[in-house]
């Protein structure tokens, strides 16, 4: 399975972006996240959603703002990210979880995009 997510780029503090994460057709039964890493940070989970489209789960710094989504036709999954800050810059990668269900635990998920950058200007 190769994970390869786009989307990134250069927003002002209250801006949106929609990150895509185009998943082998094999990963179309599976939880699927998205993880982000600031640069000095640890990676933190930031959303996932289970292999149906349910079980969605956010972490609480990003719930309200971002929204995730599967596509199980396209084999892609999406983060919509709204009312964008400072503070949500970083790397974000979208990983294959070995499991149906979505999990805020990364230890939980065997496949992993390249990343893609995202960067909010306050």
């Known amino acids: 399975v190769q994970l390869q997510a786009s989307g990134g780029g250069l927003v002002h503090s209250g801006g949106s972006l929609r990150l895509s994460c185009v998943a082998g057709r094999t990963s179309s039964n599976n939880g699927m996240g998205w993880f982000r890493q600031a640069p000095g940070k640890e990676r933190e989970f930031v959303a996932a959603i289970g292999w149906n489209g349910g079980n969605r789960n956010y972490a609480d710094s990003v719930q309200g703002r971002f929204t995730i989504s599967r596509d199980r036709v396209r084999n892609t999954v999406y983060l919509q990210m709204n009312s964008l800050k400072p503070e949500d810059t970083a790397v974000y990668y979208c990983?294959?979880?070995?499991?149906?269900?979505?999990?805020?635990?990364?230890?939980?998920?065997?496949?992993w995009g390249q990343g893609t950058q995202v960067t909010v200007s306050s």
């Open positions: 990983a294959a979880s070995r499991y149906a269900v979505g999990s805020s635990e990364a230890g939980h998920y065997t496949k």
